[in-house]
């Protein structure tokens, strides 16, 4: 359960009596759903530090247009930044659900960021499990640094992630690339290198194959 010290001091410097609502499991920190009034947040844990530079980085990312969830207070050891409602890009993909579209949109904003027509801003760990789908927006959750690549390194790397999802033989996420790739052309003028975007998906997907046989390893 969270430390009350944190609890109070987050309560005391959003000026909001907090109350936990939900714990999500994370291996780096604990995050949870805290309710402030009419107001929704997301409390995160730092054990090892870090709050300090995800707090910069949500404020670099609000400047730039980025889709980040907004910082609202910084602790020491922790931080309070704003609740984004919608579903998990997991949930979408797994149901077959509207994905491709939001996931475009998403990547097109990282791209109007960026220095030129085929470099973005990107979180320098891409995770289908911190990519929150909210209408047709998408929202990156997870920021812990930026990073400027080409299109194609981010679209291989969030296909990699998606392709590793557990939703058996039907429907296979990878049909739907050629959606994204497409929309992705038409929202942000960019034309990527395919070819390049299949590269970097069999690269990522080679390494998370080899993180995830370690992990269950332990």
């Known amino acids: 359960m969270i430390a009350e010290r944190i609890l109070n001091e987050a309560a005391a410097k959003s000026g909001r009596r907090l109350t936990v609502k939900q714990h999500y499991f994370s291996r780096r920190g604990d995050v949870y759903r805290v309710a402030g009034g009419d107001e929704t947040y997301i409390l995160k844990i730092f054990p090892d530090g870090g709050e300090k530079t995800e707090f ?20 020491d050891g922790w ?3 704003r609740y984004l409602p919608g579903t998990l890009l997991t949930s979408l993909v797994e149901s ?30 891409v995770n289908a499990r911190n990519l929150l789908v909210h209408g047709e927006e998408l ?8 990073m400027e690549e080409p299109a194609e390194v981010t679209l291989g790397r969030i296909f990699a992630a998606v392709s590793l999802l557990d939703v058996g033989d039907f429907p296979r996420p990878e049909r739907r690339f050629p959606e994204v ?35 269950r390893g332990r």
């Open 79 to 81: 931080l309070l930044r």
């Open 181 to 215: 790739i497409a929309s992705f052309r038409r929202f942000s003028g960019c034309v990527p290198d395919e070819g390049k975007i299949d590269a970097v998906r069999e690269e990522e997907r080679a390494r998370l194959l080899l993180r995830r046989r370690r992990y």
């Open 139 to 146: 929202f990156f959750l997870d920021w812990d640094g930026i």
């Open 96 to 125: 077959d659900g509207p994905w491709p579209l939001p996931l475009a949109k998403g990547v097109s904003r990282l791209a109007a960021a960026g220095s030129g027509p085929t470099t973005l801003f990107s979180p320098p760990d």
């Open 56 to 75: 910069s980085v949500l404020e670099r990312c609000r400047e730039l247009g980025l889709p980040a969830p907004a910082a609202v207070v910084l602790g």
